[in-house]
T-cell receptor
């Protein structure tokens, strides 16, 4: 089945540690995205990538980094510079042509930093 | 500046009744797409319905339909014959300025009561 996988579902880290969230898709989509979701805030865009080896900052990129070495993979690293990293993180993908650019989402990762 | 506004943070409805969730947006474009996404308690985000601004006919998907008022920049979601499984957060999304990257509203939490 085609889709997006994120792992792990729950992640716990100590303050000051970097942590990497995994996102893999087999939908053959060119574009991939990372969103952060906080209560009452909706989805806020962290980073996006339209093509392999290229990515752009979203609205809240500070304290985060990404890579796009393969079309299928778009990992997100939450660095110790992110002041408030505890949140729910969603990965998504979409085509960049054709109809409507509907986004397909992974199941999300809940990150808790203490 | 926020381009997508959902003015109802929470709503509730009795099973089998009809409920309408509101969304307004801002754009100077003439043709664009609008989306409603559903995020149930499992947090897996899925597309509910999309509307192309070029089409005058309101989109319909089974019990879900939209009331698209282009001049008013309004895009409401009507859920008919509400079911318990409709309990979820609903997000309106709109790619501004010809972009393929959507801006999401802050969401409406819908609870369907038995």
């Amino acid at each position: 089945d085609g889709g997006i996988t994120q792992s792990p579902k729950y992640l716990f880290r100590k303050e000051g540690q970097n942590v990497t969230l995994s996102c893999e898709q087999n939908l053959n989509h060119d574009a991939m995205y990372w969103y952060r979701q906080d209560p009452g805030q909706g989805l806020r865009l962290i980073y996006y990538s339209q093509i392999v080896n290229d990515f752009q900052k979203g609205d809240i990129a500070e304290g985060y980094s990404v890579s796009r070495e393969k079309k299928e993979s778009f990992p997100l690293t939450v660095t110790s510079a992110q002041k408030n990293p505890t949140a729910f993180y969603l990965c998504a993908s979409s085509s960049t042509g054709g109809i409507a650019y509907e986004q397909y989402f992974g199941p999300g990762t809940r990150l808790t930093v203490t | 500046a926020q381009t997508v506004t959902q003015s109802q943070p929470e709503m509730s409805v009795q099973e089998a009744e009809t409920v309408t969730l509101s969304c307004t947006y801002d754009t100077s474009e003439n043709n664009y797409y609008l989306f409603w996404y559903k995020q149930p308690p499992s947090r897996q985000m899925i597309l509910v319905i999309r509307q192309e601004a070029y089409k005058q006919q309101n989109a319909t998907e089974n019990r879900f339909s939209v009331n698209f008022q282009k001049a008013a920049k309004s895009f409401s979601l009507k859920i008919s014959d509400s079911q318990l499984g409709d309990t979820a957060m609903y997000f309106c999304a709109f790619p501004p300025g010809g972009s393929y990257i959507p801006t999401f509203g802050r969401g409406t939490s819908l609870i369907v009561h038995p």
